[in-house]
């Protein structure tokens, strides 16, 4: 056996080592594309196995977003406060990327943030940790997200 | 006696009418005036009673809502549906009063309850009720608000 | 003046008790009412004022408790033990209504409001005092109920 | 008629000013003797109704404050603050009933005040506002409360 | 040394794809083993560490969901909507779980489902995508679970 | 090659072996480890893009829990009943790391429990089990804490 035993340990960690770096930048991205691609194969799934009503309740949580006396960057953002005071973590993730998407600035998401700091309480602030982790992963995916 | 025991039950219920007329008047009114009176007088009180602590609380509430990256109007709806989906009666009333001046028209106000209703789902629709009907009375109480 | 203002004060409280006691027998009836006729006005009121997708929620909200997979008697346990897990009273004393009509009995309603007080805890008890009140009235007001 | 019908509206409000004011007196200190009537009534009305388990989960409700190796006073604090972030008035009523029994002062209370309103947000605020009402209420009513 | 470094890293490739693909085989039914092993494992430790009363509550929570006025499949319906509602993933999975030995079947359970998004509202669902894997895990894990 | 392929798996297994018992002892002490690092991280993130009142915010979330009328045992056993029954697992994970610095003992922290999950329900109960869990971890990394 060329190497030995202790030659094979130390080219399994240099193997790893390497594998961790390179999932080091992999992860970078990848709580986006996490939530983004479990959340459609769970909906693809939804719309195979749910009832009319279910499909309804689904269709007006697309319609009620839309373009209207609000625009869709108000909407985004009130969506997302929502989400936050109701410390929904996947919902505050979808209205991040919506509110990046309707280009909402830093300085706009952090009045956003405070508001639901302050009315949901000290409870909100884990929430807000991983919308921050979230939100700068969003502004690291770049203008072509 | 003039008049006799049911000549007085008659004119009771005269002067009951005329009252309760006066008072539904009054009771138009009323909403507003209740809300914004219990509020005052209970803030006055905490600023008497509270510690150094509640009183940096309540000025960052003030804080909060001031012009900045949004205008007022836009954090006085993030105020208004984070309150619609906490279900907090008094705290709607507060924003609906801020929007209002604010000058949120009818149709934006409605995208707003929409989201409210369907963030927070069918348990907002009680909320919603009360707020159409505070709603109306900011209205009713015209430009003068 | 015959019987002067001592006995004008006698006749105001003889007429006073009257009233009271004919209150006591209308108060008795008037959670329902109340509930109910305030639910109708400003579901009337909504319906004037509201926009499409608001309307597309209250349609949604009526179909979702309509006979299915799961029966009427069911569904409506579903909506009582939600609504008061969520502590919402308009919501309870709705499905207290639907559920009476449906024919939930005495120990079965005891046991949803078990339910109810298991998961959600001892914050549920205030509000399950008010249920035991409102379902006390809802038989009170009989089969024709 | 003596007096006619003008010294009858007149004599009329003289009784109400007085009522009125009787009432004021009483009101002040109504506030805990209405939450207390309602809480036995219904207390008493459950007794008479609920299931074996209700029951239990009720006597589970007391025996969690006893005196152990935590003293009523500072569990009496712990329930407070969780009714408080939990936003349910009755139960606030109730432990902040204890909490004066138990000799928790005035400093200490409005530390108990501010945890809850920053653990829970601006939507503790209304919450506090009453807490407050009834706290003074308590402290109205004194050392033979 | 034998094969070299590249076909090391072959090597350990050819390794990690078997199991990968084993592991996902695995995790095809993991979720249900992941919950209940957690679950069975930290109840065993509370039994080990909790107070009288705490066992009592759990007791409690046992016997509530006994066959009684109401059947185990309508109890566990009701477990479910109450934590869905209240956004419980871990509550979620236990009542999906006894909903399944119930009997509930597809129509029924999506019925369930409905009440719960309607109810609690856009916030649930999250929740429901999760409950909607775990409820096909469990339809995969077949008649013998 | 020397040892072949299924050697190589061998090797490729014990080395696996090993690692998994080392990551045994490492996990065991991870879960105070995973929540202080990227909570550290995280707040450090914030504080380089928070606006002013967020900060002001995070300086008010410090202060409220100083000794003070109430001692610092108590308080954050308040915060810990507080964050139990709103169920956010790492404010739970925070007042628990708190409540063992300030001493509280193991019938102490039992009956904070109690509290939490009779008030806050069943629901609270998956959150009690990491608790438990985080508990125990903290009292084995011992008085070095």
Known sequence: MSGGFFYFVFRYFVVRIIIHYS???TR???LIQ????YRTKMNDRI????????????ALDTTT?????LD???????????SMVLRCDDCIKY????????????????????????????????????A??????LNLAGSGQ
């Open 72 to 82: 869709v960057k108000t909407k985004e953002m009130l969506g997302l406060v929502a």
């Open 95 to 130: 209205h991040l990327g919506k509110c990046h998407e309707a280009g909402v600035n830093h300085d706009e998401i952090n009045e956003v943030f405070m508001i639901a700091n302050l009315v949901g309480g000290s409870i909100v602030i884990p929430h807000y940790r991983r």
């Open 28 to 30: 970078h991205m990848s």
């Open 132 to 137: 921050v982790e979230y939100w700068d992963e």
């Open 47 to 58: 719309m195979e196995t749910a009832n009319t009503n279910i499909k309804r309740f689904f």
């Open 34 to 37: 996490d939530f983004e691609s």
């Open 65 to 69: 977003y839309a373009d209207g006396a």
């Open 23 to 25: 999932q080091f930048i």
